[in-house]
């Protein structure tokens, strides 16, 4: 069975800029949940997705919005760019709900300049 | 918000050593994971713990739910140099706004051959 598929793997994109990661869960996975990881705060949760609905929010301002469409697979988007949002990228999958064992993806790395 | 305590934050051994790591916490959790990350990518799932008290070996890796659901350790025995990574705890608590994965910093864990 494939895991967690992430694209792209790497971006680079300047200030003010918007930003588009697609994740696409394991086969058979529901729930999709976004993390951002950084050196300094570590690994922070965005958000997570359940049958094209947000279920749970982190911490995060309005500029970090997602979707997910009927296949499972889910989108995060990062508007007007800042050099503090320069991060890796995490998406995880699990089977139902958010009581399952999460599967992370590679990640995407964003730089912001 | 929650927060895990993981330690320590940096190992250097040699190999054929055993390691051992632990997380702790303020607040119970429902489920303790442990997960290994290389550089450039996503988190992989080491162990899940789903009970206070339970004690699951993977291979060389052994990880324990604490009583108190607000600690865990992960022992690694006779270590090697593909161990080399950062290992993260991560507890799991079910619904609130913070989201249901919570994660420590990180060990990082360095072995000398």
């Known amino acids: 069975k494939a895991g967690v598929t992430q694209t792209p793997r790497y971006l680079i994109k300047t200030r003010g800029q918007q930003v588009t990661l697609s994740c696409s869960p394991i086969s058979g996975h529901r729930s999709v949940s976004w993390y951002q990881q950084t050196p300094g705060q570590g690994l922070q949760f965005l958000f997570e997705y359940f049958s094209e609905t947000q279920r749970n929010k982190g911490n995060f301002p309005g500029r970090f919005s997602g979707r997910q469409f009927s296949n499972s697979r889910s989108e995060m988007n990062v508007s007007t760019l800042e050099l503090g949002d320069s991060a890796l990228y995490l998406c995880?999958?699990?089977?139902?709900?958010?009581?399952?064992?999460?599967?992370f993806g590679p990640g995407t790395r964003l730089t912001v300049l | 918000g929650q927060q895990l305590n993981q330690s320590p934050q940096s190992m250097f051994i040699q190999e054929g050593e055993d390691v051992s790591m632990n997380c702790t916490s303020s607040s119970i959790f429902n489920t303790w994971l442990w997960y290994k990350q290389d550089p450039g990518e996503g988190p992989v799932l080491l162990i899940a713990?789903?009970?206070?008290?339970e004690l699951t070996s993977n291979g060389r890796l052994t990880a324990q739910f604490g009583i108190t659901r607000k600690d865990s350790f992960l022992n690694i025995s006779a270590s090697i140099p593909s161990d080399v990574g950062i290992y993260f705890c991560?507890?799991?608590?079910?619904?609130?706004?913070?989201?249901?994965?919570?994660f420590g910093k990180g060990t990082k864990l360095s072995v000398k051959p």
């Open positions: 991560a507890g799991q608590y079910y619904g609130g706004s913070q989201g249901n994965l919570i």
């Open positions: 713990l789903y009970k206070a008290g």
């Open positions: 995880a999958s699990s089977i139902r709900d958010n009581r399952d064992t999460q599967y």
